[in-house]
């Protein structure tokens, strides 16, 4: 049995095997960003407003504005700048307000949705085909009716902001 000729065999193998590893370059995102940070190194947000003419709650303004910054810089390596990024977000908050979903023999609402509409305008000065504008993002969320939407509120808009910002990540930086 020649052993030599297994150990050369087999440190011919372990050298294919480290030189695959090295040569190749694996990547995944599971965020679903697809973003070429050659061209693109920067973002600026400006500030969503609350312009609702149906239901303002204060607190809301400020929710969106955290949750979609920290959506773009935690999921990304991109830098915030205050004006002029490469990637630039602005919109407002135009839509929040409650309808009745359903009414009981007795007349009274049973069941009843929230519902928050953000519009928003996106620009990649890297590539202005993927600009968006003046597009709207809606979420919703129902509740029972007997309850007190102060009771509610909280949890389902964070609920529907957090399912907002995922759609505008979605559809300005996951070019499926």
């Not at 407002?92 to 928003?120: F, H, P, Q, W």
């Not at 993927?130 to 009716?145: C, H, I, M, P, V």
């Not at 808009?157 to 499926?176: E, G, P, R, S, Y």
Request: hydrophobic letters at 40%.
């Amino acid at each position: 049995m020649d052993w030599n000729k297994y150990i050369r065999l087999w440190q011919k193998g372990v050298l294919l095997i480290v030189l695959l590893l090295v040569s190749c370059k694996i990547s995944y995102k599971f965020n679903g960003a697809s973003i070429n940070y050659d061209k693109v190194k920067t973002i600026s947000f400006e500030n969503f407003p609350n312009r609702s003419t149906a239901f303002v709650w204060g607190p809301m303004e400020n929710m969106f504005n955290t949750a979609l910054q920290n959506k773009y810089l935690q999921q990304t390596k991109l830098r915030q700048i205050k004006q002029g990024g490469d990637l630039e977000l602005s919109g407002e908050i135009i839509n929040y307000d409650a309808y009745n979903k359903g009414v009981g023999a007795d007349g009274y609402s049973t069941m009843a949705e929230l519902r928050l509409t953000v519009n928003v305008r996106y620009v990649n000065n890297s590539n202005h085909n993927e600009d968006l504008k003046d597009r709207q993002f809606t979420a919703s969320r129902e509740y029972n009716a007997s309850q007190q939407l102060s009771s509610v509120q909280e949890e389902l808009v964070k609920q529907m902001i957090d399912d907002i910002v995922d759609q505008i990540f979605n559809a300005t930086l996951a070019n499926w």
